[in-house]
DNA sequence: ACCTCCATCCAAACCGCTTTGGATTTGGCC
DNA sequence: GGCCAAATCCAAAGCGGTTTGGATGGAGGT
């Protein structure tokens, strides 16, 4: 026993109108500071809060930020969405936003789009997982529901916001760190390339080998959901290879690991006879810190840009006329354990 | 340019009343079949989608579940916690429901609660990771706020919905596993201890043991967040010890793959020189399968009791009268390529 | 004493839907 | 033809807040 209050009954005790408590209550200036007071006292003891269905009708906002799952979002999302989604609950909840979570079968993600605008269950979307060919950005300006993109949209960088970190120069920059180590020899292991941000980190690859006048080996570049046994088999199958590579430039610590599991199958040790770096979003259940980090990484906190994504959204909520904002992070390339110099000449 | 329209502005399109056209769409039978047709044509039409606040306003349900998790939510507990998440969402949107998340500071997690509560933003909700100490089952009550459990309040099991795996028994058969192997230094790298589910498998870990007269070595017993690197130092620094085990029980694949990387490091070989059974949650970014996997683990599938908690949840909800109902899994003992015989009398 | 101007407070409309309690029409049956 | 029940449909009352457009009363100015 413990709520049932309503404005209506809260207003009876204090006789006072519901104008009245609800303006004390939202902090309007045209209430004496005594009664304002007066009416928190009460409001507190008998456990009044607004109810929230109530609030967003009159007030034709639904206080809610969406985002819409596909059922088999692509394995390797999955953690990292996790960890933006704790990133951007912080600050809805800072903002008195509540966060709804829709997992709908892949074929019926543009019918969620459109329930939440005509049902109007959220103010604004996250788009997740931007592709190469993505269409959601139109659909969403067609519903005139706000949204931010987390990447990029390719083509619509000028008219979307979005939060992205720079793929392109992070990848470019780990592939300049092995080849100045001397190798030459450079195996990619990516996400799905059909997925912008795994492009991008595809061109810093080939781009840094280009500027030194080398060109990729296609048959050193994957391209799969980052899983651990991604990393593994293909590492394997690399390694005992008749021209292995030297290095190892992979896309999400979760296949690192598993190339880090082939490595020592094949009774080799990374850093010495092998290097490994690999993108690392800080997921927090794959800590890759400590003074020496395990695994040399390009490292951009996912939680972050969960963060800032949220922000970005709210500002464009209570200020519908801006223009687009984008946010560009910058990756850190960090030096661990799992890179050297390149062997020489090996056999 | 596509929605806009109102229950009133259809009705007058149609002229009938908002009450007609209100119980064709939701299909009450006081309504010829004729204008049902003529109704539901003209909402398609004009892309009519009733306006869900006010709608839950005026049925006084939610439509919604909430899931509140604190922010500093145990590390291990994240990818685990997505896949639930993702087993639930599935049900609630077959059945209309949004699910809506909280992310708070540790020390509001009872004022998410009472939130929720009062301000009616959700019908129910979902306790995630019960202690040993638990308290929250006793708020919600007082809330009067339906829940179900994922995992079991210790001394509630009989006034609580839960759903739950048999972690004791599923623990206590991979230990009798190894030690038909003929393991006998067997080491266990548990979650937090703190944490129900935890506790229960040690139990089974040690009834196991105690049942061939044999009692745990402390030495080789941990616990803490079930992280990668949690797995790999415990599992190295056993390994260099004078009495080193020759068999790993670990409470998820995430640590279990430390230990792996640190077998491999000491140039053994898992399922030969060390045998290694984990608990596999089967997350979809960590699988385990193939013809023969590569981890020998206790397999329960944690999206599968997400999807069963919820429809627990939206029972007791639709049936407020009901009985505390629970559902028991058993994992599955899988064999995979990391268990085999206890080597000879090594050295 | 009279008037204006604030500072407070209130009654009532409104947000968009569901639902109650009829009103009206239709059809079957004696 | 008259009557009753079933089939349709509707006006209006909520649901619980916010917000508009005053009303009221006391202070200050002349």
């Not at 059922?71 to 989604?85: G, V």
């Amino acid at each position: 026993m413990s709520n049932g209050v309503n404005l209506k009954e809260l207003s009876q005790r204090l006789n006072l109108s519901q104008t009245t408590v609800s303006r004390a209550l939202n902090g309007y200036p045209e209430v004496s500071e005594e009664t304002r007071k007066r009416v928190s006292e009460m409001a507190a003891k008998l456990g009044y809060a607004p109810n929230s269905q109530a609030r967003r009708l009159a007030t034709g906002r639904a206080m809610a930020i969406g985002h819409v799952i596909p059922r088999s979002i692509h394995e390797m999302m999955n953690p990292i969405f996790l960890e933006f989604i704790a990133g951007a609950g912080e600050t809805y909840s800072r903002h008195g936003y509540d966060m709804i979570i829709s997992v709908v079968d892949d074929d019926h993600e543009e019918d969620a789009y459109r329930q939440i605008a005509s049902r109007k269950k959220a103010d604004g979307v996250i788009i997740h997982g931007p592709a190469n060919e993505e269409h959601r950005h139109k659909l969403l300006k067609q519903l005139n529901l706000p949204f931010v993109v987390h990447g990029r949209i390719p083509g619509a960088e000028q008219e979307t916001s979005w939060i992205d970190m720079n793929n392109r120069r992070a990848f470019e920059r780990a592939t300049n760190l092995l080849l100045d180590l001397g190798h030459t020899r450079i195996a990619l292991l990516n996400g799905l390339e059909h997925m912008d941000f795994a492009n991008r980190r595809r061109r810093g690859f080939e781009e840094a080998l280009a500027a030194r006048g080398l060109t990729p080996d296609p048959a050193l570049m994957r391209s799969a959901d980052m899983t651990e046994p991604f990393g593994c088999d293909n590492a394997m199958e690399m390694l005992k290879s008749d021209n292995p590579p030297t290095a190892f430039l992979i896309s999400s610590m979760i296949s690192a690991i598993g190339v880090a599991r082939a490595v020592g199958q094949c009774g080799l040790t990374a850093g010495k006879d092998v290097s490994i770096i690999t993108h690392d979003d800080a997921l927090s259940f794959l800590p890759n810190s400590g003074e020496v980090p395990i695994f040399t990484c390009t490292r951009s906190s996912v939680r972050y840009a969960g963060e800032k994504a949220a922000e970005l959204l709210l500002n464009m909520i209570s200020n519908p006329a801006s223009k687009p904002v984008s946010m560009h992070l910058d990756a850190e390339l960090i030096i661990g354990q799992s890179t050297g110099p390149a062997p020489a000449a090996s056999r």
